[in-house]
C-alpha cells in the first residue's frame, strides 16, 4: 500500500514539471512582451535615455513575477506553492522574459535603429567629460566599452541583468507568496 502512495506522488510531481515550465514559458513571454512595448513607447516618445526608464522595466519585471508566480500557486497549485518552487518559478519567469527583451533588443540595435548605440556612447563620452577625464583617458575607455557596446554584448548582458534581478525579485516575494500545504493530506498525500 506505501509503494502505491509513493508511486502516485512521484506521478503527480514528474505531471506536474512541464505545467511548471510550461506556466513559467508562458508568465516570461508576457513579461518579456510587455517590457518590449515600454520599452518601444518610450523610444516613441523619446524617453529611452532617460535614467529613471530602467527602474519602470524593472517594476514590470517585479509585477509579472509576482503576477505569474500568484496566479500559478492558485490555479496549478491548488493554492498552495513552497517557497523553493515559488522562486524557481519567479527566475524562470524572469529568465524567459530576458530571452524576449534579448531577441527584441539584438534586431533594435542591428537593424531598426542602430543610430541607438552611437547616441548610447555619446551619452557615455559626455560623462566621461563631466568627471574630468583627459582626452586621452576617454578615447582609452571609449575603445575598451564600444568592444561590448555591440548589438550582442547588449542582449546577453540584459539577459543576464534580467536573471539577475528576477532572482533578488523572486527571492524577496516568494517569501509572501509561498502557501505551505499543512493539512493532513497535504503533509502525506491523499490515500
Do not use: H
Request: glycine share 10%; hydrophobic share 50%; proline share 2%.
Amino acid at each position: 500500500m506505501e509503494t502505491l502512495n509513493e508511486d502516485k506522488i512521484v506521478n503527480e510531481n514528474a505531471s506536474a514539471n512541464p505545467d511548471f515550465l510550461k506556466q513559467s514559458v508562458i508568465f516570461g513571454a508576457i513579461t518579456g512582451f510587455g517590457l518590449v512595448l515600454l520599452s518601444l513607447l518610450f523610444y516613441a516618445i523619446d524617453l529611452n535615455t532617460a535614467s529613471w526608464v530602467q527602474y519602470v522595466s524593472l517594476l514590470v519585471l517585479f509585477a509579472g513575477i509576482v503576477y505569474g508566480t500568484i496566479t500559478y500557486r492558485d490555479k496549478q497549485g491548488n493554492g498552495f506553492l513552497s517557497y523553493g518552487r515559488s522562486l524557481g518559478f519567479g527566475v524562470l519567469i524572469s529568465l524567459f522574459a530576458g530571452i524576449v527583451l534579448g531577441i527584441y533588443t539584438f534586431l533594435f540595435f542591428q537593424y531598426f535603429d542602430p543610430s541607438q548605440l552611437e547616441q548610447i556612447w555619446k551619452m557615455a563620452e559626455d560623462r566621461m567629460l563631466d568627471q574630468g577625464l583627459t582626452d586621452e583617458q576617454i578615447d582609452q575607455a571609449m575603445g575598451f566599452s564600444k568592444m561590448f557596446m555591440t548589438p550582442i554584448a547588449i542582449s546577453v548582458s540584459g539577459l543576464l541583468s534580467m536573471v539577475f534581478w528576477g532572482t533578488v525579485f523572486s527571492l524577496i516575494s516568494s517569501i509572501f507568496i509561498k502557501k505551505v500545504d499543512d493539512s493532513f493530506s497535504g503533509t502525506f498525500g491523499q490515500s
